[in-house]
């Protein structure tokens, strides 16, 4: 075997492997985006089904009242949340 084609053949075996861990990589990737899709869409239904329970409205009458400007009013940045923790007396450690 020549220099050429044993450096050839060996290059395209670490390609190959390579190409293997990141086809896995994306797989998992793909599963994690997957999961938390699910969970913020459960986290959002959830949200939903306590508004209209507490309002005493249908799931559909409660998703047509919070339209994404009036949900907008419901989101804290993280400042906003910190500041609200300081001012309620929260251990600074959970704030830091």
Request: include cysteine; glycine fraction near 4%; hydrophobic fraction near 40%.
């Amino acid at each position: 075997m020549k220099n050429d084609e044993y450096w050839a053949k060996r290059f395209l075996a670490l390609e190959s492997a390579r190409n293997k861990i990141v086809s896995r990589a994306a797989k998992d990737l793909s599963a994690t985006y997957c999961k938390a899709l699910s969970d913020l869409d459960g986290t959002i239904r959830s949200f939903y089904s306590r508004f209209a329970t507490n309002n005493n409205l249908t799931f559909r009458d409660a998703q047509k009242i919070l339209n994404a400007g009036e949900m907008q009013e419901f989101k804290l940045t993280l400042e906003e949340y910190v500041d609200l923790a300081k001012k309620a007396g929260a251990d600074s450690e959970w704030i830091n």
